[in-house]
């Protein structure tokens, strides 16, 4: 540590308050974005930054759906009612951690391809695909036929976007759309459309 003429070291002779200058926290901070939506920062994976954009517009638009549906189950999760509320009730949460599970997988793809994730609600209201649903509660049969329908949205959309990216040589990218998108929302949709048979007491 230096000493000065006096003997004392540097940091010895730092006043009290400039010491609490250096810890106080600044709440005040602000910053242009360093990084707009829809600009690519290229990284080093061998994809041009032209694979990249095309990726990460057509995972951005699977967030989007994906986040919608999500948000969905936990709306029938809380207002499921009738005979069969307990087994909805719970089936609906399940499937919501899926979903839960997926979103954060297509976002830091999105990220690691140098994208942007969309994130915040209004964004996403913007971009899904998936039909608004109502606020207020509906039966248990119409809740079901809302998430078959998104849910097929979702694979129609995976499946062609894994053809996409294959093509463009994102091998990552297509595993995502194929093993995570495509196989979790086909085994939701299996068991959610066993109950919509003529024996179930789940009719709207
Ligand atoms: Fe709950």
């Known amino acids: 540590m230096a000493a000065s003429k ?43 930054e032209k694979v990249c954009k095309q990726s990460v517009a057509l995972l951005n638009q699977c967030l989007a759906d994906t986040i919608t549906l999500r948000d969905m189950y936990k ?11 307990n087994q909805l009730h719970l089936m609906y949460d399940q499937h919501y951690e899926g979903q839960v599970l997926l979103v954060d997988i297509v976002a830091e793809r999105i990220q690691l391809l140098g994208g ?27 809740q079901l036929r809302r998430l078959a329908e998104a849910h097929e949205q979702i694979i129609i959309s995976a499946r062609d976007a894994a053809e996409q990216v294959d093509k463009s040589g994102d091998a990552g990218s297509n595993d995502v759309f194929v093993s995570n ?18 024996a179930s007491p789940v009719t709207a």
């Open 6 to 48: 006096d003997g004392k070291s540097k940091s010895a002779s730092t006043s009290p308050s400039s010491s609490i200058k250096e810890v106080k926290p600044n709440l005040h901070q602000q910053s242009h974005e360093t990084q707009r939506y829809g600009e690519i920062i290229k990284l080093p994976n061998g994809l041009s």
């Open 75 to 85: 709306k029938h999760h809380w207002q499921v009612v009738g005979p069969t509320f």
């Open 116 to 142: 942007v994730a969309l994130a915040m609600a209004p964004d996403i209201a913007e971009t899904t695909q998936i039909a608004r649903p109502p606020r207020g509660r509906e039966p248990a049969a119409v």
């Open 181 to 198: 998108v495509l196989r979790t929302n086909e085994l939701q949709v299996w068991f959610l459309t066993e109950h919509l048979v003529a």
